[in-house]
Nanobody, 121 residues
Framework: QVQLVESGGGLVQAGGSLRLSCVAS????????MGWYRQGPGKEREFVASMTSGGSIYYADSVKGRFTISKDIAKKTVYLEMSSLKPEDTAVYYCHADSGGHPSCYEYYYWGQGTQVTVSS
């Protein structure tokens, strides 16, 4: 019902910037919240940023002031603009959709395949 495809990852020096993109397809009602998670080496997946359908935005404390989440409705794309990158930002970044448990949605959560971000010191 929902497909998420991330792109934009790569290798960047500390202090640099990257913009990740997530192209979404499927049922809009199953994407009440869109956002980003990341998983560093040997770590569990953690929340990074999210945006509700009503426009509310949330950030993890670790990225607040450095990362910006946005969307382009016409392109059906969610972005994560990352600046002032640090080595600890190195992770696989995953696009995420939250259906809010709508009964027409097969799953509660949907995930993309991830895109690697590596920040060198």
């Amino acid at each position: 019902q929902v497909q998420l495809v991330e792109s934009g990852g790569g290798l960047v020096q500390a202090g640099g910037s990257l913009r990740l993109s997530c192209v979404a397809s499927g049922e809009p009602i199953c994407m009440s919240v869109m956002g980003w998670y990341r998983q560093g080496p040997g770590k569990e997946r953690e929340f990074v940023a999210s945006m509700t359908s009503g426009g509310s935005i949330y950030y993890a404390d670790s990225v607040k002031g450095r990362f910006t989440i946005s969307k382009d409705i016409a392109k059906k794309t969610v972005y994560l603009e990352m600046s002032s990158l640090k080595p600890e930002d190195t992770a696989v970044y995953y696009c995420h959709a939250d259906s809010g448990g709508h009964p027409s949605c097969y799953e509660y959560y949907y995930w993309g395949q991830g895109t690697q971000v590596t920040v060198s010191s």
